[in-house]
Every structure is written in structure tokens, then in C-alpha cells.
């Protein structure tokens, strides 16, 4: 992240425990980056602060936020870590816009706020595109992540009315051997039992976990880009590819086939979303120069697999 002359850069990030958040520090940490984790229990550390995504306590929030030169927003539960109850559907609903909005009215609230806010966000914005390809120009889909996406991000907004740039991070699989929804295919892949999930023909947009942290750090330094970015590789692949890719790499048979009636009845409502088609291209990433270093499928689950 570089300087302008004004003060050095200090970020701060939710949901620094996480897949994405923890490598985000340790590369800002590696670049010489101060880096002030918020979290939502009493503080352990020196580089942590606590924020109450309720909104409750706004005042600990602003106090979390003075200070820094960026905030990067990546807390959220996890989208399938449990099955879609409805008291789970309002947990995924809650922890991503109630904690949006209280980050948003904080920054709002400062007098110096931070220059800019990436704010998490995901390709569920676009519902099942099928074999259409979408860039960040699509419109919102239907269902329920779609909905969830759309006023996820639309709690940013008070940010980006008091002129913070604001970025939303719709982002794709993220593809890394343990951690997310592909980490949980490592372990199936090397024991044998990996295979193509319903007709295999939904696309699947992935990025690397390395390009994933570059592009991070590649929109706190750009001052011209705001509003949706997506961050997925530029080459979706169908399941049916993906499953073939992992075979390949892992050097494991992927001859099972996870049929779509069997999927439903695993795990319910979201099974939708798995057996969805998302052909999500990385438009304003490209355009404004990025360079990836895995563009391909292929190349990501190598660097993945190859990860110590």
C-alpha cells in the first residue's frame, strides 16, 4: 500500500481469522503495513481492537476505525458452513449487513475517516447467470444470495455518501488447500472420493488465494476504482472441468458423481447455489491493469496443492 505524503498506512481488517483476512495480514504485514485487526470480543493482542457489528455501541466502533488509512470489511458467517435453516438464513443475513452498516455509519461519523473501504461482497450478487458470461455491468439475480448480496452492499452506502471510496468485493471460489468451500474438496479429492456434483455443466468462477490478497492490496492503492469489483480468475470452468483439474493435479480418480436429488436432500436450499451457474469475469480488474498470477483453474489448484 503506498503513501501519499500524509499519515503512514495502517489498515484495518474484520475478519482477520479467516481464510482470506489472516493471509491478508500476514501480506501487509511482509509489505511493512500496520495492520489493526478488529474483533468482536475483549482484545489479546496489541494490534487488536473490538467492534460491535450490531451497531449497538457505535462509539467503539469509531474508536476501532480513528486512526487508519483503510478498512478492509471480510467478516461474515460462513455462507455453507451449516444447512439453511431459517435461523441460520437470518445469521448470514445479520453478521454481513447489521456489521456493513455499523462499519459504514462509523466511517460516516469521523471527522478524518479512512480514504477507502473494501467491503465484502460475493458473485451470489448475480444468481445463476448459466452459460452466460457476466461482468460487473449484470444486474442483481434472484434468490436468496442474490438478496442477501444486493443489501449487503447497499449497507456501504453511507460510506460512500460521506466520500470514503468504497469498493464491494464480489468474490468468487476462492482456491485454496484447506479453508473455504474448495478446501473442503483437498481431503475428498486425495482419498478417491472426488467426482462431478449433479451434470457437472454449472460454471464455476475461482481465483487463487494468492490473487485473491494481490487484487486486495491492488484496490487499497487505486485511487479510481470504486463501487463493484469482482474478484474471480478470468477463466471460469464448468464443474465437470474443475473435477478434471483436480484429478489431474492430484493425481487421484474422480469417477463418483454427486447426483443433484442426492445433493438437495444433503444440503437442502443451498444445494441450489452449488448446482447453480455463476460465468462471472473479472472486467474492472483487468481493465484497470491487474495481472493474475494463476488466470487459469489449473494453475491455482497447482499453487494451492503446492502450498506449505
Known sequence: MGEDGGMPPRVAVTGSSGLIGSALVRSLHAAGVDVRRLVRREP?????????????????????????????????????????????????????????????AALASLADPPRVFLCGSAIGYYGDTGERAVDETAPAGTGFLAELCRDWEAAARPAERAGVRTVLLRTGLVVARSGGAWGRLFPLFRAGLGGRLGDGRQFWSAISLHDHVAALRFLLDREALSGPVNLTGPHPVTNREATAVMSRVLRRPAFLHVPAPLLRLALGEFAGDVLGSQRVLPRRLLDAGFRFAHPTVEEAVRAAAARR
Open 44 to 104: 489479546r493482542a496489541a494490534d487488536e481492537a473490538r467492534w460491535d457489528p450490531s451497531g449497538r455501541r457505535q462509539e467503539q466502533n469509531a474508536a476501532a476505525l480513528d486512526g487508519c488509512t483503510a478498512l478492509v470489511h471480510l467478516a461474515g458467517a460462513g455462507v455453507g458452513a451449516r444447512r439453511w435453516t431459517a435461523r441460520y438464513k437470518r445469521e448470514l443475513r445479520d453478521s454481513r449487513v447489521l456489521g456493513t452498516a455499523a462499519l459504514a
